[in-house]
C-alpha cells in the first residue's frame, strides 16, 4: 500500500499548486525525485572513482597513482575555503523562496559573493603548487615525475576553484526545492567523465589529463545548470555587485 502510495508522487509532471493539498503533494513529488536523483548521483561518481582505480593503476605505477589520489582527496579536504557560503546560500534562498520575496537577487548576489572567493582561492592555491618544494616533497628517484606532479597541483587548483563556485550554484537548486535536477545534471556529467576516463586509460594519459578527466568534466554539470538558472531570469549581472554587498552581511 506504501509502494502505491508512492508511485503516485513518482510523476513528471507537477501537481497543481493552487490548493494547500497540491502545494503538499508538489512537496512530496520534489522530494521523492530528489531522493531517486540522488542515489543514482551518488552512484556515478562512486563508479568513475572505481574505474579509474581499476583502468589506470596498471600503467600509472605505484608513484603516480598514490600522488593522483593524494591530489583527488584534497577536494573533500579543503571544502572549507568556501566559508560556509554555499550552506548560507541555500538557507537564505529557500527562506526568500518560500517568502515569495525576489529571489533572483539573493542567488546573484549570493552567486557572485562566492566568485570572487573563488577566484581568490584561484590564486592562493595556484602560487603554492606552484612554489612547492616538489622535488622534496614526492619521495622519488624518477625527476621527471616532478613537473608532472606540479602540474597537476596547478590543475587541482583551477578544478577546486571551479568547484567552489558551482557547487554554490548546486546548493542553489536545493534552496529551490529543485535538488534533483542538481542531481540529475551530476549523472549526466559523471557519464561524460567516464568516457573522458575511458579515453583516458586507452591512451595511457598523465595525471593532469585524468584529474581533467573526472575532476574537471563533472564540473560541466554547475555550468549548465547557471545557465539554467539566468534563463529562468533567477541569476543576472545587472544588480549582481551590489547584492553581492547585500548578501555578504546576511
Not at 63 to 90: H, K, P, Q, Y
Not at 168 to 196: I, P
Request: net charge positive; proline share 1%; aromatic share 12%.
Amino acid at each position: 500500500m506504501r509502494l502505491v502510495t508512492l508511485s503516485r508522487y513518482l510523476r513528471f509532471k507537477p501537481f497543481d499548486e493552487s490548493t494547500e493539498e497540491g502545494v503538499r503533494s508538489e512537496r512530496y513529488r520534489r522530494a521523492l525525485w530528489t531522493m531517486l536523483a540522488n542515489v543514482f548521483g551518488r552512484g556515478a561518481s562512486m563508479l568513475v572513482m572505481v574505474l579509474a582505480v581499476s583502468l589506470t593503476i596498471p600503467y600509472l605505477g605505484v608513484e603516480r597513482f598514490g600522488a593522483w589520489m593524494t591530489v583527488v582527496s584534497l577536494a573533500g579536504l579543503l571544502m572549507f575555503l568556501d566559508l560556509g557560503i554555499g550552506n548560507a546560500l541555500t538557507n537564505r534562498v529557500a527562506k526568500i523562496n518560500a517568502e515569495g520575496g525576489r529571489v533572483c537577487d539573493v542567488i546573484s548576489g549570493g552567486l557572485l559573493f562566492l566568485l570572487l572567493v573563488s577566484v581568490i582561492v584561484l590564486i592562493v592555491l595556484s602560487l603554492i603548487a606552484a612554489i612547492l618544494p616538489w622535488d622534496k616533497l614526492i619521495k622519488t628517484d624518477d625527476s621527471s615525475l616532478w613537473d608532472e606532479f606540479r602540474g597537476a597541483g596547478v590543475s587541482f587548483a583551477v578544478i577546486f576553484s571551479i568547484s567552489l563556485f558551482f557547487g554554490g550554484v548546486h546548493r542553489v537548486f536545493a534552496g529551490l526545492q529543485r535538488a534533483y535536477e542538481s542531481h540529475l545534471a551530476s549523472v549526466v556529467s559523471a557519464g561524460g567523465a567516464l568516457v573522458f576516463l575511458l579515453v583516458g586509460a586507452r591512451y595511457e594519459c598523465g595525471i593532469v589529463f585524468l584529474l581533467w578527466a573526472t575532476l574537471g568534466v563533472q564540473q560541466i554539470s554547475g555550468f549548465f545548470l547557471l545557465l539554467r538558472l539566468w534563463w529562468q531570469g533567477l541569476f543576472g549581472f545587472k544588480k549582481g555587485l551590489f547584492f553581492m554587498r547585500v548578501e555578504k552581511d546576511n
